[in-house]
């Protein structure tokens, strides 16, 4: 006797393409503007003052850019997380677990709509 696999309904995955296609317009707006942060080099003026304050200036500076960089690169990954689960959704494999194989929670996938480990599994892994 062969189980079939449990999958969200037609209707389902149609709600968490749009709820996804919502997040990724707006997480790449927000990539947008921080690339933008981070390319603009501000001049603050600092050219004329002690050398003491613009080495705490220029030490701000490239603090600020360092977590621009990093902030950038962790929205880059969400929003290429958001695109993988547009795929599966595609594939009709969207919301099930890649470890147990159940489905998550509709809960969860509102919450992290590009989810691949149900509550369950996440706990497994601490």
């Known amino acids: 006797m062969s ?12 709600e968490f393409k749009e709820l996804i296609q919502a997040k990724i317009e707006k997480a790449e707006r927000d990539l947008m503007l921080i690339r933008e942060s981070f390319i603009n080099d501000q001049n603050n003026g600092t050219d004329d003052t002690s050398p003491t304050f613009k080495a705490f200036e220029e030490g701000a500076e490239t603090l600020s850019k360092e977590q621009n960089a990093i902030l950038a690169g962790r929205q880059e990954k969400f929003v290429r997380d958001l695109k993988n689960a547009l795929i599966r959704i595609e594939n009709k494999t969207y919301g099930i677990c890649r470890v147990t194989g159940k489905l998550i929670g509709k809960d969860r996938l509102r919450a992290v709509p590009h989810a691949t480990l149900s509550i369950e599994a996440k706990n497994l892994q601490r």
């Open 3 to 14: 189980e079939e696999r449990q999958r969200y309904s037609d209707a389902d995955l149609k």
